[in-house]
């Protein structure tokens, strides 16, 4: 048992983080109502005057529209490929196993950067003009891992034994795929889904090398802040992008988690 | 061999082999389970009782051998269409499903009709003596109320042989004793086939009707409980069932199971027959019911003998290093032909 003190101290210093870690954050949410388009300390006043004239601004909305396709784009794509991909590694036994576990999860570990230009490069290679599909392309490399991640994770939890006693009971592959397998990983599955959607949301650097003359929401903040153009609203749009990253990252926590672990009982 | 009248064959194994890599795991194995019959697979572990289970349930092919199921050749027949049903080690229980569900299942993908499946279900959760718990999800169970639920989940199918891999091996002493006779019970109420593994002696003894004693993938003896405690065909049988005394006495190696062996009290007349030899008690074990007395014999061998615990308490420790005489009579040996 530790002393008062350090118990204090400790509580001290586990707040000085979280100060430093969120003070910015709350900064940029506090600018949002900010009655000035001068970002200065006190705020004059509150007002939601910029919500309603960035919700007007076209520019925005085209960026959101732009965004939401290529987040729900990305996910499609990761979902189908990325548990496909951890059903076929699950069932391996070859002993390249672990390899080619890697190679899948590296595009997330690969500084975006790396895989923007390689992604760009290929394209015109290939004589691929850059469009929503390219970019829609590029999130999917790293979506694909955190689908995969959760599902392979779910799938090696789960007893060996239930797949064998269904098939004992008289299901074949596919009733055995319906009633046991997928209801035992739909939460990973849409846990890795909330968390793909996350990452494509506020993605940057591979978004630069992969989209051509259009502009996702992270796109639009990242050149208004460069021409120091309409700054009170690109932190409503800030905001906006951290409600939407944030709220899929603490579902898919509690999905995977305490409610995750529930529904698989220790094997005794 | 048991009885006189010819029963019929449940289930057939002819010469079934099955290797995994350099490790012989079941070594051919040819074996007859009579329908109706309650059958151990009684082993160490690494004998390979759960892979011949195993070959059964057709959750491994074998390399080699035929298995028959109620005369028909099942070999290549994939799991989910063999008339036989499993109760696993560790449940494997639906977690997603209730425990009616769970029971359910079989008939639900056989395409038995809503309402039949219901009485079935009822029917089956009656049997467990958990009727009232059909809408429980298994994490809500204790330890025995899944084993039932696993029993019951299988039972319901009514399947040509139950198969069950060491069902009572994570229950504490008390429930497996417990569920040792209702499971019994249950397999003569519903008359299916059952083919049960375990490495508890006791538990084989207590349940069989016959058992195989399995030892390195082959089968070291086949026989009624007492036929297999009573005349074990092989030193490995004797010893993995009941405390074995080998001894060797001019060229004949023979069996005294330790209750057969009496202690003579001093000045005490052996009955006419009984063979006496001299030795000295090297140990006193008290194990509640009985005392284990350890002699070393003065030709060198070691024996064991039990006393069932009618005296006065305490008195036992007095032989602790004595001298004693141990008799048994020539009926209550018997000899090992181990081919040696």
Not at chain 1, 33 to 60: A, E, H
Not at chain 2, 51 to 72: C, N, Q, V, Y
Request: one cysteine or more; a neutral charge.
């Amino acid at each position: 048992m530790e002393g008062l003190w350090t118990r204090i101290a400790l509580r001290l210093w586990v707040a000085l983080i979280l100060l430093f870690l969120f003070t910015p954050i709350a900064l940029i949410f506090v600018y949002a109502f900010n009655t000035s388009n001068i970002q200065s300390w006190p705020i004059p006043g509150f007002t939601l005057k910029w919500f309603t004239s960035t919700w007007n601004d076209p520019d925005v909305r085209r960026s959101l529209a732009l965004s939401l396709q290529v987040g729900l784009g990305a996910t499609a794509l990761a979902l189908v490929l990325g548990s496909c991909a951890a059903f076929a590694i699950h069932r391996m036994t070859w002993f390249g196993r672990e390899f080619v576990s890697l190679m899948f999860v590296l595009p997330l570990a690969l500084p975006g950067i790396v895989t923007g230009i390689a992604l760009n490069a290929a394209f015109s290679f290939g004589g691929i003009s850059l469009s929503t599909l390219t970019i829609v392309v590029g999130h999917t490399t790293f979506c694909i891992v955190v689908v995969y991640n959760n599902v392979l994770a779910r799938l090696r939890r789960t007893q060996g034994s239930l797949i064998e006693a269904a098939m004992d009971l008289g299901a074949n592959g596919f009733q055995v795929l319906r009633d046991i397998t997928l209801p035992l990983i739909s939460t990973a599955v849409v846990a890795g889904a909330m968390l793909a959607f996350a990452l494509s949301f506020d993605e940057v650097i591979v978004t630069t090398f992969t989209a051509g003359a259009q502009n996702t929401l992270p796109l639009w903040i990242f050149g208004a802040i460069r021409l120091g153009q309409r700054l009170p609203e690109v932190n409503v749009v800030v905001s906006f992008v951290i409600l939407v990253t944030i709220i899929p990252v603490v579902i898919a926590a509690r999905l995977t988690g305490g409610g995750g672990t529930a529904r698989v009982p220790a094997a005794r | 061999m048991t009885e006189a009248e010819p029963k019929k064959a449940a289930l057939k194994l002819q010469g079934v082999r099955k290797n995994y890599g350099q490790v012989v795991a079941v070594a051919g194995i040819d074996l007859v389970v009579n329908e109706g019959e309650f059958f151990t697979l009684l082993g160490p572990s690494g004998s390979g009782k759960t892979t011949l289970l195993r070959l059964i349930a057709g959750f491994e092919r074998p390399d080699a051998g035929r298995i028959e199921l109620g005369g028909r050749d099942i070999t290549s027949v994939p799991p989910h269409l063999r008339d036989t049903n499993t109760v696993f080690q560790d449940y494997a229980l639906f977690p997603h499903m209730s425990v009616a569900e769970n029971i359910g299942y079989g008939l639900k993908v056989k395409g038995v009709p809503r309402s039949a499946r219901q009485k079935r279900v009822e029917r089956a959760l009656a049997m467990v003596r958990l009727t009232a718990l059909g809408n429980r999800r298994p994490n809500q169970l204790s330890g025995g109320q899944r084993q039932r639920v696993a029993l019951a989940r299988a039972v319901v199918n009514e399947p040509e042989v139950l198969l069950l891999d060491e069902p009572l091996g994570a229950l504490d002493l008390k429930l497996r004793q417990e569920m040792q006779i209702e499971l019994k019970q249950i397999q003569q109420e519903v008359g299916i086939t059952f083919v049960y593994v375990t490495h508890d002696q006791e538990e084989a003894l207590t349940m069989s009707d016959r058992m195989a004693v399995m030892a390195n993938g082959q089968i070291e003896q086949v026989g009624s409980p007492v036929e297999v405690y009573e005349r074990p065909a092989t030193e490995f049988v004797a010893g993995f069932i009941g405390i074995s005394n080998v001894l060797l006495r001019d060229g004949v190696r023979f069996v005294v199971r330790p209750e057969k062996i009496r202690m003579l009290a001093e000045g005490e007349v052996p009955e006419p027959g009984m063979t006496v030899e001299p030795g000295q008690v090297e140990d006193v074990v008290y194990v509640g019911m009985t005392t284990r007395y350890i002699v070393r014999l003065d030709r060198g061998e070691q024996l064991v003998a039990v006393r069932q615990n009618m005296d006065a308490v305490g008195d036992a420790h007095k032989f602790q290093g004595r001298p004693v005489r141990l008799a048994w009579t020539a009926n209550h040996t018997f000899v090992l032909d181990d081919g040696r």
